[in-house]
């Protein structure tokens, strides 16, 4: 089905069960253990080995020579894979640095070797019998250090009117340099795979989010047909963008079971994960923004500096800049330096997540200057058209309203414009607000329904739960479609022999796969009305039933013995060309700062979300305080240091990389604004996984900023960096 | 080495490396792959269990050192068919997202409520001499050894503040 013109009133529209706030499908398995990830099919395969990773000790430069005779001694070892032994390897088209280091390495933990053994226990000792020697060469891990270098990238970069000249000129300006570290993505379930060959075809049970990606890198990596390729992922424990590609688990596990002929099983081990696969890159960005003394807004430029691999990408901080603010002259530009860090790559929101981080802040000083609200001076700097091309209108775009909500939910008339007012015992309270901007991204979904003899639906698509809730909107959309109720449904997601779907990634899995299932829906009604020789315009499924005029069957007559199956896929047109589709919200928090350690803690927080059609208020709204959780940790805590002379980030476990715990977060308010959007798909939805998180960080910071009267442009905002100019305690 | 101890009501006898952790135990012997791996190294919660009634991380303890123990893991709680009020307040509260943390925050949760109806006391336990409450700042500071990278935090308590005040 291709999606080119507006949605007009479709079946969807009915919300019976589109919309409401039903409990996840596969609620049960989760809490009782009985959803199997991917180190667990233990079912599906027997007689597994084990394998464990080794990863390499340098940075960059060369091994020189690797000695495995005490490991392949070693009690219970099948093999020991190293790209000496692997064969000719291709690379995946999504990865940047290699999956098997050799001789060249290119960044610290890269994966040397595999270790296979009949045991974890036994697998594990005999990796460290695996002798490595190097030769290391120089390498740039410093971003500060290699800016000047740093070239300059097409991509997102944008001029508008005169920037410079309109800059110079403004009544009131701002020019400031903000900056965000490294971050992981930290999902709780390591990348793990089970790889299990039958003669030249290979399944591999693994824990991805894009499965067709997958599949296709998995086969260029190991120079095979992609159609001898399985993936299975049907159940994924967090990805965040770290699962959005292939990693070495898979590639190991493939390997190392080819060696040692036998299924073989492989998970990252936790302090190998964040310096072995990817993270977000830091930044270091600058912001201008002249505006005239009524606080409008005459120009705006942000500049973003970013380091990766050779031959890797910048980290697209300065995306929301062209289209959040009106302004008549803009500048974009982003700058990328070759580091021989780690591979940066994707992590929710990518691009927005650190550019709002630094854009929310500057819009909070820019206000301060003004003597404005915040929330005043983005509204009245609110556009409907894309600033740059203002033929161009936003599909919807209620960034106002949800400030506007926001402010009156929240009780922001309260917040002392001056900072450093508000005070509860040794408490100095502050509130902060950012806006909330991310793209609606749209990508072609296949998907196959079934309807069987019993009038039950089967929907088979590659999509993938990440935990955002893929088998329950999917469900609720073919319930809603074929009129009938969701546990009539079944949905079976994540296997690469499935159609093709979106899969999960910058937001747009929900509204995407559910509008191909929509597609294969549509076609399966079609079907069935045929079959029956009802007009397809008139007939009607309701309550296990088709009508038309007097005339009704049951589905399950409908189907017959043989049952009936559609497959389609959804392909989007050029309406996300002529409209500009975004995704809007407001985040508030409060802010209390230990007046005398500089101890912050998150007092409240509330976010407004504007996203189109919530086909799940009860999933949707998880992932929204999931992101502003998340948020809190970019605010506050996340950071991976990055030891400038050996080249790796020394952080890399769950215990030095913090995230949010419990007592990190307060009780979260979420507000959806009423909205559908027609421009977006037959479903009118968009996403809000990401949405949640952007402009969280910097609500906090200005929040912060509010208690304690001390900006801080550098993240994550630790007591240390405010201690020494906190007001002097009363 | 041969050991035997009891999982779920059930008695299990095993024999195995003294190196393996109770948790794997549980998931690569036994096929009880409820309790999940997270990290290996006692920072996150995931594989947490009981023990003779008390919460522990089983990737922290290795098996040898249970012969004979009484463990509970999230599948001797309840069953899709048959949930334990807690499991059944995590589905209807949405306290999960991906599921991976899920079982670790069931089996604290549990373990959690009986620590205060024990009058244990925490770190923000004000009065020592007092029965520590149920409140959500109890059970937030009980519950922070159990990450969730989702983010579930703020349903998860309401979760538990649900079944412990049904418990009341
Ligand atoms: S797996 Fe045991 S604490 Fe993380
Ligand atoms: S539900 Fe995913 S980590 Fe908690």
Redesign the interface.
């Known amino acids: 089905m291709k999606f080119d013109t507006p949605a007009t009133t479709n079946p969807i529209d009915q919300l019976k069960v589109v919309g409401q706030p039903v409990?996840?499908i596969?609620?049960?398995?989760?809490?009782?253990?009985?959803?199997?990830?991917a180190?667990?099919h233990?079912d599906a395969v027997r007689d597994h080995a084990y394998g464990y990773v080794v990863g390499a000790a340098i940075a960059k430069g060369r091994i020189t020579g690797m000695d495995l005779r005490a490991a392949r001694a070693a009690p219970g070892v099948l093999a020991v894979v190293t790209a000496e032994n692997a064969g000719a390897l291709g690379k995946g088209r999504m990865n940047t640095a290699r999956l098997l280091a050799g001789p060249e390495v290119d960044h610290y933990h890269q994966a040397v070797a595999v270790v296979v053994a009949e045991?974890?226990?036994?697998a594990r000792?005999a990796a460290q019998m695996v002798q490595v020697s190097y030769a290391g060469a120089e390498g740039a891990f410093d971003l500060a250090a290699a800016r000047d270098l740093a070239e300059k990238v097409d991509q997102s970069a944008s001029a508008t009117g005169d920037f410079e000249g309109a800059f110079a000129t403004a009544p009131v300006q701002l020019d400031a340099t903000y900056t965000t570290p490294d971050q992981s993505?930290?999902?709780?379930?390591?990348h793990a795979s089970i790889a299990a060959w039958d003669g030249d075809r290979l399944v591999v049970w693994t824990s991805n989010q894009m499965i067709e990606w997958g599949a296709g890198d998995l086969a260029r990596t190991l120079n095979m047909p992609r159609e001898k390729v399985r993936l299975i992922s049907p159940?994924?424990?967090?990805?965040?963008g770290g699962k959005l590609f292939l990693r070495t688990d898979a590639v190991m596990a493939a390997l190392g079971s080819r060696a040692a002929r036998r299924p073989v099983k492989v998970?990252l081990?936790?302090?190998l994960m964040i310096n072995n696969t990817t993270h977000r890159p830091a930044t270091i960005q600058r912001i201008r923004i002249g505006t005239g003394r009524d606080g409008r807004i005459v120009a705006i430029g942000h500049e973003s500096w970013s380091g990766d691999q050779p031959g890797g990408g910048p980290e697209t901080a300065v995306d929301q800049t062209r289209l959040l603010y009106t302004g008549a002259n803009r500048l974009t530009q982003l700058r990328l330096a070759v580091l021989d860090l780690p591979e940066g790559n994707a992590m929710r929101a990518p691009g927005e997540a650190p550019g709002l981080m630094a854009l929310e802040i500057a819009m909070d000083e820019m206000a301060e200057k003004l003597g404005m609200d915040p929330v005043e001076f983005r509204v009245i700097n609110d556009t409907q058209v894309d600033p740059n091309d203002t033929s161009r209108p936003f599909s919807r775009r209620q960034l106002v309203e949800c400030l506007r909500t926001g402010a009156e939910q929240f009780g922001w008339s309260r917040r002392s414009a001056r900072p450093g007012q508000a005070r509860e015992g040794s408490w100095l309270l502050g509130m902060g607000v950012a806006a909330a901007f991310r793209n609606n991204l749209v990508m072609t979904s296949g998907a196959r329904v079934r309807l069987d003899g019993r009038g039950e639906v089967t929907v088979e698509t590659d999509m993938t739960d990440?935990?955002?809730?893929s088998y329950t909107i999917i469900a609720q959309t073919a319930a809603e479609m074929m009129g009938v109720t969701i546990d009539k449904v079944t949905v079976r997601l994540g296997d690469s022999s499935f159609p093709a779907s979106a899969g999960s990634g910058g937001q747009w899995g929900a509204n995407s796969s559910t509008a191909g299932v929509y597609a294969a829906c549509v076609k399966l009604r079609n079907a069935v009305a045929r079959k029956l020789g009802f007009n397809s315009a008139d007939a009607v499924f309701e309550d296990g039933q088709v009508r038309a005029g007097n005339r009704s069957v049951t589905l399950a007559e409908a189907a017959g013995g043989e049952g009936m199956v559609a497959e389609d896929a959804i392909e989007f047109g050029e309406l996300s060309k002529r409209f500009q589709q975004s995704t809007f919200g407001a985040h508030f928090v409060e802010v209390g700062v230990d007046a005398a350690t500089g101890e912050v803690r998150i007092r409240r927080m509330l976010a407004v979300c504007a996203a189109g059609r919530i086909l799940n208020p009860?999933?949707a709204?998880?992932?929204v305080?999931?992101?502003?959780?998340?948020g809190v940790g970019g605010a506050l805590m996340e950071e991976l240091a990055v030891d400038t002379r050996r080249g790796f980030f020394v952080n890399h476990?769950?215990?030095a990389y913090e995230?949010?715990?419990?007592?990190d977060?307060?009780?979260?308010e979420v507000i959806f604004l009423d909205e559908v959007d027609p421009m977006s798909s037959p479903m009118k939805a968009k996403g809000v996984g990401e949405l949640g998180l952007c402009g969280v960080a910097a609500a906090i910071a200005n929040a912060i900023y509010n208690a304690t009267g001390v900006r801080v442009r550098d993240y994550p905002i630790t007591l240390d960096k405010h201690l020494d100019r906190l007001p002097e305690l009363a | 080495m041969k050991l035997f101890f009891t999982v779920n009501g059930e008695r299990r006898d095993l024999e195995l490396d003294t190196r393996t952790t109770l948790l794997d135990a549980l998931r690569e012997h036994l096929h009880l792959t409820g309790s999940k791996k997270g990290c290996d190294h006692g920072q996150c919660g995931a594989c947490t269990v009981m023990v003779g009634g008390r919460r522990i991380n089983a990737c922290l303890t290795l098996a040898v050192m249970h012969q004979g123990d009484e463990i509970t893991t999230i599948e001797g709680l309840g069953s899709p068919d048959k949930l334990h009020p807690m499991q059944a307040a995590f589905v209807k509260h949405d306290g999960y997202q991906c599921g991976y943390c899920t079982p670790g925050q069931i089996c604290s949760s549990v373990a959690v409520l009986e620590e205060i109806k024990a009058g244990i006391p925490s770190h923000v336990t004000a009065d020592l001499n007092a029965r520590p409450g149920l409140t959500a700042d109890e059970i937030r500071e009980r519950m922070s050894g159990n990450i969730c990278r989702c983010g579930a935090y703020s349903n998860i308590v309401d979760a538990i503040t649900e079944v412990a005040e049904q418990q009341a």
């Open positions: 409990d996840r596969d609620g049960r398995l989760k809490t009782t253990g009985q959803a199997p990830y180190y667990e233990n045991t974890f226990e036994q000792d993505h930290a999902m709780m379930e390591p159940f994924i424990g967090g990805g965040f998970a081990q936790r302090p990440i935990g955002t809730g009860k999933t709204r998880s992932q305080i999931g992101a502003m959780t998340m476990d769950l215990a995230v949010p715990v419990h007592a977060i307060p009780h979260q």
